[in-house]
Structures are given as structure tokens and as C-alpha cells.
């Protein structure tokens, strides 16, 4: 378990982005239920796998709502690993398109 600063430097990502992906529905720390001093909230480490998984998807061009679908049916397990690979090859495929439809607009 760790606080969001940790999280932080552990995804090499800023708190406010973190903070934007909780209120989004991406990601989701807990409390400690026995610690009532405080409001901290604690992370583990599906949700350091989850913003690897967002950083690499945003990169390739998935929107957080294409992120949002995938993540939530991969750990509510209604997608395969076999699922998973198509929709990234699918999306993949949409690059590649997008590719082609501008090296010809540069024409």
C-alpha cells in the first residue's frame, strides 16, 4: 500500500493527472477503515498497473472513455487476454489508417 506521492513517483506521473483518473472512474484508492485520524488514501499495485496501462494506451492514441471500457471489463474479467489483443490490434489498425489518410493529405 502506498500514499499518492509514492504512486507518483513510482508511475513517473503527476499527482493532479493520478487525481484526474480517480475522479474519472480509471483508478480507485481505499482508506484504512481502522484509521479514522486521517483521510489518506492508499493505493496498491493493480493501480500502479493500471496508469502503466493508461500512460502506454494515451500514447498510442485510446481516449480515457476506449481505456475506461477496457480496464473496467478486463478486471471485472469480461475480456480475455485474447479480447484485450484484439481490441488493441483493432485500434492499432485505426493508427495505421490515420497514418495513411494523412501522409496522403501531405501530398
Known amino acids: 500500500m502506498k500514499l499518492i506521492s509514492q504512486l507518483a513517483k513510482e508511475a513517473n506521473m503527476p499527482i493532479g493527472t493520478i487525481r ?3 475522479k474519472s472512474g480509471l483508478i480507485s484508492g481505499m482508506t484504512k477503515k481502522d484509521v479514522t485520524s486521517n483521510k489518506y488514501v492508499y493505493y496498491d499495485d493493480e493501480v500502479t498497473e493500471k496508469l502503466r496501462f493508461i500512460k502506454m494506451a494515451k500514447a498510442v492514441g485510446f481516449t ?22 484484439e481490441v488493441l490490434d483493432l485500434k492499432l489498425q485505426q493508427i495505421d489508417t490515420k497514418i495513411k489518410e ?6
Do not use: G, R
Open 64 to 85: 480515457l472513455a476506449e481505456i475506461k471500457q477496457v480496464i473496467d471489463a478486463w478486471y471485472q474479467k469480461e475480456l480475455t487476454q485474447a479480447s484485450k489483443m
Open 102 to 107: 494523412l501522409k496522403l493529405m501531405k501530398k
Open 20 to 22: 484526474f483518473y480517480e
